[in-house]
C-alpha cells in the first residue's frame, strides 16, 4: 500500500531544501489501523485522508532524535508548501486546517498555523494542530 505520488514527490522534493531533518512515520493505513487511532484519540475521524494514501505524517529529527517541536514543523510546512507549489499540487496543512491549500497562503507557514489557532479561539473553540500531517487538498 502506498502513498498518492503527488505527495510522495512532494515530500522527497521538500527534504531536499528544508534545513530540518525529517522523515514519513505514517503513510496510507488500514481500516484497522485508523479505527484504532481513533479509539485511542490519536485520529478524530474515519474519514481520515490516510485510508486512500493521500496523507502523510512527518516526524522532525534534531541530532537524530525526533522532536516535537512546533517551531521545526512550520519550517517544513514551507519546504513542502515550495514543493507543492513547484509540482502545482494542492495540500493541506495540519496545524492550518482553515487554509484549503497552503499554495494559495501568501505568508510563511508559521503565520499560517497562527492565523488558525486565531480564529479557533475568536470562536472559542481549541485548535487542534497536527503539524505533523500534511494531505492532498
Not at 514519513?24 to 479509539?39: A, C, S
Not at 512550520?74 to 496545524?95: L, N, P, T
Request: aromatic residues 8%; glycine residues 8%; hydrophobic residues 40%.
Amino acid at each position: 500500500m502506498r502513498v498518492d505520488i503527488r505527495l510522495s514527490n512532494i515530500v522527497k522534493s521538500a527534504i531536499q531544501i528544508t534545513t530540518v531533518d525529517f522523515g514519513v512515520i505514517q503513510g496510507r493505513r488500514t481500516l484497522k489501523e485508523q479505527r484504532i487511532l481513533v479509539e485511542k484519540g490519536a485520529s478524530r475521524t474515519m474519514k481520515s485522508k490516510h485510508l486512500g494514501g493521500f496523507a502523510v505524517d512527518l516526524m522532525a529529527y534534531i541530532n537524530g532524535r525526533g522532536s516535537w517541536e512546533l517551531n521545526l514543523y512550520d519550517d517544513i510546512a514551507d519546504a513542502i508548501k515550495k514543493s507543492a507549489i513547484e509540482e502545482d499540487v494542492a495540500v493541506r496543512w495540519g496545524a492550518a486546517w482553515h487554509i484549503p491549500d497552503i499554495c494559495e497562503w501568501e505568508g510563511s507557514m508559521e503565520d499560517a498555523m497562527s492565523s488558525y489557532i486565531d480564529l479557533r479561539r475568536s470562536e472559542g473553540k481549541r485548535p487542534f494542530i497536527d503539524a505533523p500531517h500534511f494531505e492532498l487538498a
